[in-house]
């Protein structure tokens, strides 16, 4: 069966048109990104909306300040580690701080985002990062579709917004027209109770794919997908943790800050259940395909299968 | 557009501010003093004639904007607005407590009349830029002004937000620069080499104007000046001295973040015409 693709980064584009469409509060910031996420048509469409302010993403973002505590909701989308580390000082102290409504779309999330550019562009630590300051609503959605829907949720959240997308292949995952789950973690396969598979993002597919595999063996696992990574759904993953008593976090990114972080934090606090986390395991990647890379890097589905199955063993 | 009666009472009230840190300052124990009084006749200016504000409505639509880009400052802003009326002079006395609307630096958020978060420094022109680029999109015609420090242009977002300011024609920017030549450390020329300031933003395609930074005059007409050039931002790069107004503060850098001791109090409240 051949692959569908369901692009993120037009995802974005596309929430972009349907927003200021809708509404005239809607602002394209672009630092030299705009063709990276081929906003065109909304250049075309909307040229007062957009404003370039080239190669700057510190400036992008205290622009979105400035933008945002006058009333408008501007959403910057550039490479998601020129926004979270080269502009993490403005997106905590001028944007997350006063609580406005500015957006940021980090783009090459993960080293399936990244891939062949290398740990220059490959992003692993934007959500672990922006998990420490308070006031972020955080989202990972799983495909193009979803992003559009992250969007169009999250638009009049009165806080700040980050929405993780990928560099254009992602697979897609949820039929057209999904609505995105605000806050809530999504059970997206219940073959049992043996063990929760944690995941979010574009490596959704994978874990997919994991369980059918699993559930062959004989291993009956519950695909969570964990697309609000802030707020997190305490409440729904500690249920989840309670059934299944094991589980298995599964992140394209550093194991320390995000998902695994995240869920290790929930087990600790009240829901105890035995976890292995999958993802970077707090090492730098390298250039590569992107598939190839998700294997080399422990996020195969074999190695997802091998690992929840290690993981059942250890439940008592 | 200003004549020398108005001069005196803006002259007045600028020493009234001053009156108003150094109180805030001895009676709490903290905050900047010094720079303070470098930017104090210029922020005098900004709200007591030049701005289209109403501190009956802080949140307006259509109010010009301010952004302290050199936070530390706050102090003297912060009497300001109280004595422009957006909230009681009682609160000046709170500087820097616990549950005080009045921050270490500034919060927007926590403070009526505040345009903007401020503080770590650097970022004032880039959120400034924000706004008068806000008022483009809404077809709103408020101006926005910045005050940054001269130290301060050490910041690279400094020249990030100067290039694309110019690149997009922001005309209802205009930066000032207390160009009081100190910073923390020392002065701009022995900890950072700051100058020639007018020609690095002429070089960044800003219209520029030097002037004295304690003569008010001089601010309401370069301002006025400012306003007209349309097709560009401007600066104002104002010459000012670090704790202009009080004899023992001048040329003392330590006066940067210091608290007056009893005699001291006294003696500067004396020098800005205060009644003991």
Redesign the interface.
């Known amino acids: 069966m051949s692959i569908v693709y369901d692009n993120t980064r037009i995802g974005f584009r596309d929430g972009m048109m349907e927003l200021a469409a809708e509404r005239d509060d809607i602002v394209l910031v672009s630092t030299d990104s705009l063709k990276v996420v081929k906003g065109e048509p909304f250049q075309e469409r909307w040229p007062d909306r957009v404003i370039e302010l080239g190669i700057a993403e510190q400036n992008g973002v205290a622009v979105c300040a400035g933008l945002a505590s006058s009333g408008l909701i501007p959403y910057l989308c550039t490479y998601a580690g020129f926004l979270t580390m080269r502009a993490c000082e403005q997106m905590r102290t001028f944007v997350g701080y006063p609580q406005l409504k500015a957006r940021f779309i980090g783009a090459n999330g993960g080293i399936y985002g990244g891939n062949r550019e290398g740990v220059t562009h490959q992003f692993i630590e934007d959500l672990g990062i922006l998990r420490t300051i308070p006031g972020y609503t955080i989202l990972c959605p799983a495909d193009g579709g979803q992003v559009k829907a992250a969007m169009k949720a999250s638009v009049d959240i009165a806080g700040p917004v980050y929405i993780r997308i990928g560099s254009g292949r992602e697979e897609k995952v949820f039929p057209d027209g999904t609505p995105f789950e605000l806050g809530k973690i999504r059970i997206l396969k219940s073959y049992g109770n043996d063990v929760a598979l944690f995941c979010n993002g574009f490596i959704l597919n994978r874990v997919l794919k994991a369980a059918a595999e699993l559930e062959a063996l004989g291993v009956h696992a519950t695909v969570v997908e964990v697309a609000t990574l802030k707020p997190l759904d305490v409440e729904g993953i500690s249920a989840v943790l309670a059934s299944c008593g094991c589980a298995v976090t599964i992140e394209d990114h550093n194991v320390i800050g995000a998902l695994g972080s995240a869920v290790a934090e929930v087990i600790a606090e009240g829901a105890p259940a035995v976890l292995a986390r999958l993802g970077l395991q707090d090492i730098y990647a390298e250039s590569g395909y992107a598939d190839e890379l998700l294997d080399a890097y422990g996020m195969s589905v074999g190695e997802i299968v091998r690992t929840a199955q290690k993981t059942v063993g250890k439940k008592r | 557009m200003v004549d020398n009666m108005q001069i005196k009472q803006l002259e007045e009230i600028s020493k009234g501010l001053r009156r108003d840190v150094v109180e805030m300052v001895y009676r709490t124990g903290d905050g900047h003093p010094g720079a303070s009084f470098s930017v104090a006749d210029i922020i005098t200016a900004l709200y007591f004639h030049i701005m289209k504000i109403d501190p009956t409505r802080p949140d307006w ?1 259509d109010r010009d ?1 301010f952004v302290l880009s050199k936070g530390h400052s706050c102090p003297i802003l912060y009497a300001a607005l109280a004595r422009k009326g957006y909230f009681a002079p009682e609160h000046l006395m709170t500087l820097r407590y616990l549950h005080s609307i009045l921050q270490g630096h500034p ?3 926590k403070t009526p009349g505040l ?3 401020a ?2 420094l650097g ?1 004032g022109v ?13 077809k709103k015609d408020y101006q926005v002004f910045v005050a940054t420090g001269d130290g301060e242009l050490g910041e ?2 400094i020249w ?2 100067a ?2 300011a110019s ?2 024609k922001a005309g209802n920017l205009t930066v000032y620069v207390d160009n009081n030549n100190y910073q923390s450390g020392g002065t701009v020329d022995e900890v950072s080499g700051p100058y020639p300031i007018a020609e690095k933003w002429a070089a960044f395609g800003w219209h520029c104007q030097e002037i004295d930074g304690h003569d008010l005059g001089q601010i309401i007409k370069a301002t006025a000046i400012a306003r007209e050039v349309t097709d560009k931002p401007s600066v104002i790069v104002a010459r000012t001295v670090k704790g202009n107004g009080v004899s023992f503060m001048v040329g003392d850098n330590t006066w940067h973040k210091r608290v007056y001791n009893e005699a001291e109090y006294k003696q500067a409240l004396r020098e800005l015409g205060g009644v003991l």
Do not use: F, K, V
Not at chain 2, 126 to 138: P, Y
């Open positions: 639509e904007r919060y927007a958020p345009d903007s978060t503080g770590s970022n880039a959120i400034g830029l924000g706004m008068a680029l806000a008022a483009r999109i809404q690279g977002l990030e937000a290039m694309a690149h997009l």
